[in-house]
């Protein structure tokens, strides 16, 4: 799993656990790390397909998906 992902994947744990605490034992359960790898990767790939949906002449829209595949290690 790409670095920046994980880092997401565990921000998002804490902030589930700061909005849901309520005074009672909270235990963050994180799901696999495949299944969190997986989903990042579905949403990073719609992002890049929006892109390319509105891609421009100049290419503006393309270089954006180039680098959001890049920062995010997709393939």
């Not at 997986?38 to 421009?56: K, P, Q, S």
Request: aromatic share 8%; net charge negative.
């Amino acid at each position: 799993m790409n670095q920046r992902i994980k880092e997401l994947a565990e921000q998002a744990a804490v902030n589930d656990m700061v909005n849901n605490f309520n005074g009672e034992d909270y235990t963050v359960r994180m799901p696999s790390e495949t299944w969190a790898g997986e989903f990042a990767e579905l949403i990073v790939r719609e992002c890049m397909e929006w892109c390319d949906a509105h891609a421009t002449i100049d290419g503006t829209a393309q270089q954006i998906r180039d680098d959001i595949k890049k920062h995010f290690g997709i393939a």
